[in-house]
């Protein structure tokens, strides 16, 4: 299930010292169905909070090593932290505050985690669509897709298309084809368009097939159109036959999927999240929503130009919220497909298709054109790349623009600190170009659940010598700041099972890695759990230019934070995974509160 990057959006639709103060605390009661509201009294402009323990960075992992620090203030004029203390060492603090002691709340505190490379409007459309992964037959995909079109009437239509995510043609045991669909009475007729789990590709019904031309390309540049066993899948650039056709949900309707995606995020602790490619008019959308508050997520997007691989300054225009909620100062290009589709370009041809060497979906000159263009427009470059050729060019691509950005000097390692350039999955590089990623120091962002989803097949597409020295990098790349996520919604958004993911090296559904590395496939590029936690929040922050202010608990950063009920540090690697999120709080406000502590504190309210 490798990286994707092509948006499930366009594909499917497109966050001073002060006094410390002792407060009463009246939580709201957190709603999936209505806004948020905070019922905290606005006219304090401090408040304090104290946990059982407050891990301030990633690499706090023993608590003596930042003084027993547990407590927190937090100005709620701008969101900030303002001090941050120990309860224990507060006698002082005491007296100033006229005798009234901190109250230690249940619970353990991380900094606001974050995912460095998500997408927001294709995850709220991947929670009204039918969910395929894992969907092992194609008897099982005909079965949910009932059970979604009984649950939603009136999908299916021209007007309104079924949509899905989630199959994968190694668990279905074969690539589906249209009809497939039909052998269904209640799915036959019915518009149907489901992509794939990498959403590289798209399986179509037979009344949508019916709308194109019957003269369709025999090929498509950068693209497939499958026709074994049957018509029906459309891969990389051959999708875009299908989108031109395909209604495209409302404003309204991704204002929805928007808040749906935000509250999913807040309950598996997001505070704020990479936006791995928007559309212009999403962005002003987001801009307008960012100034409400139904917008509780800090989003950190790329711009994608509504033509792919273009350069459209005009409409890409910039956007820098002082309180961190929005943020838009990048651009997202694209140089290649998805392995699980034999879409990702190689330098050597696919070991399980001798036949083919993947397609990159723009040529290299023109990939190297755009990153100028884009940087000396002054946005940070970010170039999708899994193949190891994509990835090459990727490389050539971002360092000619840095030598146009810093033509005299001889240290481009020192230009790249300041503009930051990426590489979004960095998923299979050769020995060389490992190396020049780390003489110049472009950043990967690196999904850990892409390894072990993909460690099943992985060696199969590639052979056993170049998964070895190229694939699924993360230890060997620490020093260039990674940083980390999950490409939700291809992988689920929970960075704690990206956490397991990095630091077990196994799949943190089964808890096991693929047959013959049962403990754990490529343990030497293993994360331990603080260099993990750091690329879900640290390395997130300075890859999106918020280092300092994000991803920490330190006087003048967001007030950001995430409440467990253990200390991640005790639970043990297998823990991981099974991690619960209490409470999420972005800019001092609850955003999130598990049920079952919501209706405890309202009965102590009563």
């Excluded at 299979?428 to 490992?434: F, K, T």
């Excluded at 972005?586 to 598990?594: A, C, D, E, L, P």
Aim: charged letters at 25%.
């Amino acid at each position: 299930m490798p990286s994707s990057t092509v948006r499930w959006g366009t594909r499917l639709s497109l966050l001073a010292g002060g006094v410390a103060v002792v407060l009463s605390l009246q939580p709201h009661l957190f709603s999936q169905q209505a806004p948020l509201t905070f019922n905290d009294d606005t006219a304090q402009e401090v408040r304090t909070y104290c946990y059982q323990s407050v891990r301030a960075t990633a690499a706090d992992a023993e608590l003596n090593n930042n003084n027993n620090n547990n407590c927190f203030s937090v100005s709620s004029k701008n969101g900030t932290f303002t001090r941050v203390f120990s309860s224990s060492s507060s006698a002082r603090g005491r007296e100033e505050e006229g005798g009234e002691e901190n109250e230690i709340r249940k619970g353990h505190v991380l900094p606001g985690l974050w995912d460095g490379h998500g997408h927001l409007i294709q995850y709220g459309e991947f929670l009204h669509s039918a969910d395929l992964f894992g969907a092992d037959s194609p008897g099982e995909v005909r079965r949910r897709l009932r059970a979604y079109l009984g649950a939603n009437p009136g999908v299916g239509t021209r007007e309104s298309w079924a949509r899905g995510i989630g199959w994968d043609q190694m668990v279905l045991g074969g690539m589906p084809f249209a009809d497939m669909l039909e052998e269904d009475e209640v799915l036959r007729g019915k518009y149907f368009m489901l992509d794939r789990v990498d959403v590289h590709c798209t399986w179509v019904s037979r009344a949508v097939l019916d709308l194109l031309p019957e003269d369709l390309p025999e090929e498509v540049p950068g693209g497939e159109i499958v026709r074994t066993p049957g018509m029906g899948v459309f891969c990389d650039n051959a999708m875009d036959l299908v989108m031109a056709l395909w209604p495209r949900p409302s404003k309204e309707r991704k204002t929805a999927f928007v808040a749906s995606a935000m509250r999913e995020l807040h309950k598996v602790g997001l505070v704020g999240m990479h936006d791995a490619g928007v559309l212009p008019s999403d962005l002003a959308m987001y801009d307008e929503m960012s100034r409400t508050d139904d917008w509780t997520l800090r989003v950190y997007a790329m711009v994608e130009c509504p033509e792919r691989n273009t350069f459209c300054p005009g409409e890409a225009a910039k956007v820098e919220h002082p309180d961190g909620m929005l943020s838009v100062r990048s651009v997202k290009l694209f140089a290649d497909g998805a392995l699980g589709s034999w879409g990702s370009a190689m330098i050597e041809p696919y070991s399980d298709r001798p036949d083919t060497s993947g397609s990159l979906l723009v040529n290299a000159s023109t990939l190297t054109s755009l990153a100028q263009s884009w940087s000396a427009a002054g946005f940070q470059v970010n170039i999708h790349a899994i193949g190891d050729l994509a990835n090459r060019l990727a490389i050539d691509a971002l360092e000619a623009a840095l030598r146009d950005l810093c033509p005299d000097s001889p240290d481009l390692s020192a230009c790249q600190a300041r503009h930051r350039f990426r590489i979004e999955h960095s998923q299979i590089i050769h020995p060389a170009d490992q190396k020049r990623m780390h003489a110049i120091g472009i950043i990967p962002s690196i999904q850990p659940t892409h390894a072990t989803s993909d460690m099943a097949y992985a060696a199969l597409r590639l052979g056993e010598e170049r998964t070895r020295t190229e694939a699924y990098r993360m230890r060997s790349l620490l020093d260039i700041h990674p940083v980390l996520g999950s490409d939700f919604p291809v992988e689920p958004p929970s960075p704690f099972e990206g956490l397991y993911a990095a630091v077990t090296r196994k799949n943190p559904r089964t808890g096991s890695g693929p047959p013959g590395h049962e403990g754990g496939w490529q343990m030497e590029e293993a994360l331990s759990l603080e260099q993990a936690l750091d690329g879900f929040t640290r390395g997130a922050a300075w890859g999106g230019f918020m280092d300092g202010k994000a991803g920490v608990i330190q006087q003048g950063a967001f007030a950001d934070w995430v409440v467990l009920d253990e200390e991640i540090g005790g639970v043990g690697a297998e823990g991981l995974r099974g991690l619960k999120v209490r409470e999420t709080w972005v800019g001092g406000k609850r955003v999130y509160q598990r049920e079952e502590e919501s209706l405890v504190e309202a009965k102590e309210d009563l």
